[in-house]
Antibody, heavy 118, light 112 residues
Framework: QVQLVQSGAEVKKPGASVKVSCTASGYMFSTYDINWVRQATGQGLEWMGWMNPNNGNTDYAQTFQGRVTMTRDISINAAYMELSSLRSEDTAVYYCARARSPDVFDIWGQGTVVTVAS | QSALTQPPSASGSPGQSVTISCTGT?????????VSWYQQHPGKAPKVMLY???KRPSGVPDRFSGSKSGNTASLTVSGLQAEDEAEYYC????????????FGGGTKLTVL
């Protein structure tokens, strides 16, 4: 079936970087944009940006400009989100989501918990 | 890229209808018919319930409907059922030279 499977939980120290993977199956990976959305504990959803797996083009939310990088490996149907200069406020669940169209996130990964603590 | 405004909570009894609002600006909700609604149960990933204001993905009950007037979009859940209790988020896609997506703060729907 169509699904996105994300990498496991991460614990990082402030100032470090984290790279989360999102592996697609059940559909043609290059056909749909992959978005990244995060959710701090007890908080709402926050859009981080998206990537076109076909050409690697990206758009990032202003909040994360300069700290986030989204990439992909077409050969293994994987998308990656790397967030640098981590701080405690980056502690959250990070989701990847397929965009069936720019405004419709129809398939979501299971989420990856990233904890930033000294 | 300010978050859309939703009421923090809403409630209704089984069988009743409840409407959740989502207020943006003339630059996002008011300018595009690209409003989506997501349902999220605790510990789960969000699930799209409506897109392009009032379109339902396959499998979403027709008890869920959407509308938009000016800068405010609304989600109505009719015939409330216990399983509708969840957090609901609206989102708006803003197409421009630097397109982006903005979410609302979320509304906790309680079925009494």
């Amino acid at each position: 079936q169509v699904q996105l499977v994300q990498s496991g939980a991460e614990v990082k120290k402030p100032g470090a970087s984290v790279k989360v993977s999102c592996t697609a199956s059940g559909y043609m990976f290059s056909t749909y944009d992959i978005n990244w959305v995060r959710q701090a504990t007890g908080q709402g959803l926050e859009w981080m940006g998206w990537m076109n797996p076909n050409n690697g083009n990206t758009d990032y939310a202003q909040t994360f400009q300069g700290r986030v990088t989204m990439t992909r490996d077409i050969s293994i149907n994987a998308a990656y989100m790397e967030l640098s200069s981590l701080r405690s406020e980056d502690t959250a669940v990070y989701y990847c989501a397929r965009a069936r169209s720019p405004d419709v996130f129809d398939i979501w990964g299971q989420g990856t918990v990233v904890t930033v603590a000294s | 890229q300010s978050a859309l405004t939703q009421p923090p909570s809403a409630s209704g009894s089984p069988g009743q209808s409840v409407t959740i609002s989502c207020t943006g600006t003339s630059s996002d909700v008011g300018d595009y018919n690209y409003v989506s609604w997501y349902q999220q149960h605790p510990g789960k990933a969000p699930k799209v319930m409506l897109y392009e204001v009032n379109k339902r993905p396959s499998g979403v009950p027709d008890r869920f409907s959407g509308s938009k007037s000016g800068n405010t979009a609304s989600l109505t859940v009719s015939g409330l059922q216990a399983e509708d209790e969840a957090e609901y988020y609206c989102s708006s896609y803003v197409g421009s030279n630097n397109p982006y997506v903005v979410f609302g703060g979320g509304t906790k729907l309680t079925v009494l």
